[in-house]
């Protein structure tokens, strides 16, 4: 393998004549065993601007399937919670089940009986008790906003409901039954507050129209930067934790 600029060469048998190979990790030219150097190089140059597009391309796929949630929940883990991470801390207790807690970052409280289970097990239970825990928290925070934003849109759900939603963030029912995404809590405050504020208002404008977003507006003059957030980090929310 031979390196010029920020690029690889690989010489192939089989190949005729030099292609070029974008991934996440490098760029690569496969050239012919006995292609010069010189040529190689001026191949490359002269592909530049396609060069170019093709890692945006790569690179903004890349970043659209993000995860936020770590891949393994172990000591010094980042936890996404309503848009910040946070470092995790494990103990051992001599409880029955996973403690959860939350103060400058999250402390996880690891039954000793459960040292017996392997590392893949251990890693689906604290994986599990997290999102037990985040889907109690959205119900909380929901209902602090549902409550508030009732009482100043005079707008009143016949119910709440946090759920998991494979495509949607919330929805509102023709009798008024909110659903929300418990997923919302791993986003900044101010989106699961959007989209309480956008199903509330579903109450009175049926749709989108211009009057809807008006009603919108009311209490969340900065809802356009929430549902920008959304369209930016909303494919990688909804792979959950
Ligand atoms: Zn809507």
Partial sequence: MNT?????????????????IVTAEKIEVVAPLRMPEKQIRQFVAAKQAWLESAKNKVQKHVESIVRLSP??????????????????????????????????????????????????DLNVRIQQAFIHWMMQMAAQQSRHYIERYAALYHLHPRSIVIKTQKSRWGSCGIHNDIN???LL????????????????????????????????????????????????????LMLGL
């Fill in 4 to 20: 010029l600029g920020d690029y690889q060469i690989r010489r192939s048998t089989r190949a005729k004549r030099a292609r070029i």
């Fill in 71 to 120: 891949l393994e929940y172990t000591e010094g883990a980042l936890i996404p919670y309503q848009g910040e991470y946070y470092v995790l801390a494990l103990k051992v207790s001599q409880e029955r089940k996973i403690l959860i807690s939350f103060e400058q970052g999250f402390v996880v409280s690891v039954p000793e009986s459960f040292s017996k289970l392997t590392s893949e």
């Fill in 180 to 182: 929300l995404n418990w």
């Fill in 185 to 236: 809590i791993l986003a900044p405050a101010a989106v699961l507050e959007y989209v309480v504020i956008h199903e509330l208002c579903h109450i009175q404008e049926r749709n989108h129209s211009a009057a809807f977003w008006l009603l919108v507006a009311k209490h969340c003059p900065d809802y356009k930067s929430s549902r920008q957030w959304l369209k930016q980090h909303g494919a990688s």
